[in-house]
């Protein structure tokens, strides 16, 4: 649902990464399925799944440790046709959200 925060929690060993790992097409349910919006997604191809808006982001505080701030904003950025055509609009709503980042970015 649009405008709704969902959070996955549990102890180590719990099932957390299989489960978002799953969701995003790298592993397939043996047991089950995994739909969106009505329609099964768990034989979908991953790079199909973030075209439907759907995408992780991976713990640890240096994703790309070499890239500065605005580059990994902009590798987020760059995950779909639709995201890379609004980068900048994309980076700037970021910066809005989180203007820490904005002063961070180089």
Known sequence: MVGEVVSLIGSNGAGKTTTLKTISGVLHP???????????????PPHEIVALGICQSPEGRRIFPRLTTLENLEMGAAISAKTRQKKKESVEYVYTLFPVLKERRS
């Not at 043996?30 to 979908?44: A, F, N, P, W, Y």
């Open 30 to 44: 043996k047991q089950g399925s995994v739909t969106l919006e009505g329609q099964r997604i768990d034989h979908v």
